[in-house]
């Protein structure tokens, strides 16, 4: 027969030593707050009505071409569009550049533009979804993450602030 070996094992429950924390976990567990609801719904608002003000701010009066009075600094286009930006880079490249001579931004202003759109569309339709829905808030906090990614806000953000 085999030999058996007797352990003690101790079982228990941490708890906090403030019950605050436990409210706080409650709370969220019961679902978003009224503040964080206008929140979103602003964050929505905004995001579709910068989307227009973007387009807006980049072309020119025709709606066809790019604003030729928009200059650029290199360093935003070595951040956002690095392999292109190499592959049409002139040797005499000042500096900053107008956006109407780079060939490569019409496209990539599409690409921006559709990704904002399609994350803003994606937040707004799980904001009206069922709130005990478990997928909608994951959806949501994606959304909002992908929104601060560098590929979306950072790249509006530094836009404006490099032009």
């Known amino acids: 027969m085999g030999k058996y070996q007797l352990t003690k094992t101790i ?7 403030w019950g605050g924390e436990l409210k706080e976990v409650e709370a969220l567990r019961a679902g978003c707050s009224p503040a964080s609801k206008e929140n979103i719904a602003s964050l929505i608002s905004r995001g579709q009505e910068l989307k227009s003000a973007f387009e807006a701010y980049i072309k020119d009066n025709e709606k066809k071409r790019l604003n030729p009075e928009i200059l650029i600094h290199y360093r935003w286009l070595k951040l956002y569009t690095k392999d292109l930006f190499y ?12 956006i109407r001579e780079i060939e490569y931004l019409p496209g990539v202003f599409q690409t921006f533009l ?13 904001f009206s979804q069922p709130e005990e829905s478990l997928a909608r808030r994951a959806e949501m906090a994606l959304s909002v993450k992908q929104l601060g990614a560098k590929r979306l806000f950072p790249f509006l953000k530094d836009f404006v602030v490099e032009s």
């Open 87 to 98: 592959a049409w880079k002139k040797d005499d490249t000042e500096k900053k550049i107008r």
């Open 11 to 17: 079982r228990f429950k941490l708890m906090p030593a």
């Open 114 to 126: 559709g990704e904002w759109d399609d994350t803003i569309r994606n937040l707004a339709d799980n």
